[in-house]
């Protein structure tokens, strides 16, 4: 047996680094960004859009979504079923999403048949059918999503939250995918009219990550250079703003537990707070044993689980404590969030922000080991307007954060006393406790 004298040292990992893309751009003004990972012979593939959701008309919001929902429905090339059949036929799998600040598809396939599925790719991205048939079959599917979102408590809250947080002439305020009305709204021609004028390549970027080979650069100009759209189309990007406070009762006659949302309007990725943001909400509601889910949690058996959870977008963001209360405690569980919200007397500790830049900087192996990993984190950052260097920077960044400027962050960004609470649950019997507990809460269809 070794003698404890003679066990060898535990040194700290060495540090990690993201890998940089190798970068070109096309003649028609798309770029490229291709991530060698050797091993991965899964290769990731993402077309980001420069379309923010911004751009969609407002009585038809939600067409970005249809539009991208029908890309894979059948091609000029493939028509009808024989597009997804080639698909198949090649292992690739294709999804995709339209967000508030881009739109983008993601490809996974063997790297192995990679040509083959950038010119499938590219030919959903550029000759679409966009049949009416299948509009309308997405438009359905798309309103019952809209019934059922409107249908869940948490999703409710979600909305509700968002809504008063951000003010109403921001398209940020309201649902990615349209609401009932403007998606009821949408018609066959509007769909293909977003295409024409939003799909192009010009401020569009191809993210493809796994066993490259060589041949990379030209397997993606063979599938997208001759992808050209007449004329050019400027693009605005909104910077939403913080509303004023509210605390809103939504009205579910009977539930038994309460969905709450409590903080307010956050900052984004660009901010100089960004690191010390992360780690105070790591320290506050990031972790298992964080302070909100030991007191709410642990100690106090109000929920199954509490989370201060930091969504940024683009400019701005989201910043809020989550969970699901019994109804008969939510103004005690409430009070408690809000004291622990409250830093400024017991400040987050060298502690907590030493586990907190461990577990975010110990995971990135982890989480980047992937083609996918890789590929998903680099679209996101290029749909935030940021390049893949910021995963680096990001990560030095946190390892500067110190108790006191992770403290003054949350102190700034969430002030007890201008917080914004949702509540979705029972109004007959939560109404007057709330009220009478401090949360001068109004009911909100």
């Not at 881009?102 to 790719?121: C, H, K, N």
């Not at 409107?150 to 951000?166: G, L, P, T, Y």
């Not at 461990?358 to 990993?373: D, E």
Request: hydrophobic share 40%.
């Amino acid at each position: 047996m070794r003698r404890p004298e003679h066990r060898p040292e535990v040194k700290a990992p060495p540090r990690w680094i993201f890998p940089e893309p190798a970068r070109w751009w096309l003649d028609n003004g798309l770029q490229i960004l291709a991530l060698h990972r050797p091993g991965q012979y899964i290769a990731a593939v993402s077309l980001v859009l420069d379309t923010p959701l911004s751009s969609e008309p407002s009585d038809i919001e939600g067409v970005a979504t249809i539009t991208q929902r029908c890309l894979d429905e059948g091609t000029a090339t493939h028509p009808g079923p024989t597009f997804a059949e080639r698909l198949e036929d090649i292992g690739a799998l294709l999804s995709g999403s339209a967000g508030y600040a881009a739109s983008d598809l993601l490809l996974e396939v063997p790297a192995s048949r990679l040509s083959e599925a950038l010119l499938l790719l590219a030919q959903a991205i550029s000759e679409p059918e966009l049949r009416a048939s299948d509009v309308e079959r997405h438009q359905s599917l798309r309103l019952a999503e809209i019934e059922h979102t409107m249908a869940n408590s948490s999703n409710r809250a979600q909305v509700a939250f968002r809504q008063a947080c951000i003010p109403g002439r921001f398209r940020a305020s309201r649902l990615a995918g349209g609401t009932a009305a403007t998606v009821a709204a949408i018609a066959s021609d509007d769909v293909a009219a977003y295409h024409a004028r939003h799909y192009r390549p010009e401020g569009a970027t191809l993210v493809i990550s796994g066993d490259l080979t060589n041949e990379v650069y030209h397997q993606a100009a063979a599938a997208f250079g001759g992808w050209e759209v007449q004329g050019t189309l400027g693009v605005h990007h909104q910077t939403p703003v913080s509303r004023t406070p509210h605390c809103w009762l939504i009205d579910r006659p009977g539930a038994v537990q309460a969905d709450i949302r409590l903080g307010g309007f956050g900052i984004d990725r660009g901010d100089p707070r960004w690191a010390d943001l992360q780690v105070a909400t790591h320290a506050l509601g990031g972790a298992f044993l964080s302070r909100l889910n030991r007191v709410l949690r642990e100690e106090k058996g109000f929920t199954y689980g509490v989370h201060l959870v930091n969504s940024p977008m683009r400019d701005g963001g989201l910043l809020a404590v989550q969970s699901s209360f019994r109804t008969e405690v939510v103004p005690e569980a409430l009070d408690l969030a809000r004291q622990l919200l409250d830093v400024t007397g017991k400040p987050i500790t060298t502690t907590e922000v030493l586990d907190a830049v461990n577990y975010t900087n110990g995971i990135a192996p982890l989480r980047y080991s992937t083609a996918q990993g890789v590929t998903e984190r680099v679209s996101s950052l290029v749909g935030a307007g940021l390049s893949a260097e910021f995963v680096n920077s990001n990560a030095l960044a946190l390892t500067r954060v110190t108790p006191e400027s992770a403290t003054q962050a949350l102190t700034e960004l969430l002030p007890p006393d201008a917080l914004t609470l949702v509540v979705v649950g029972d109004a007959e019997a939560l109404r007057e406790p709330l009220v009478a507990a401090g949360w001068p809460v109004t009911l909100k269809d």
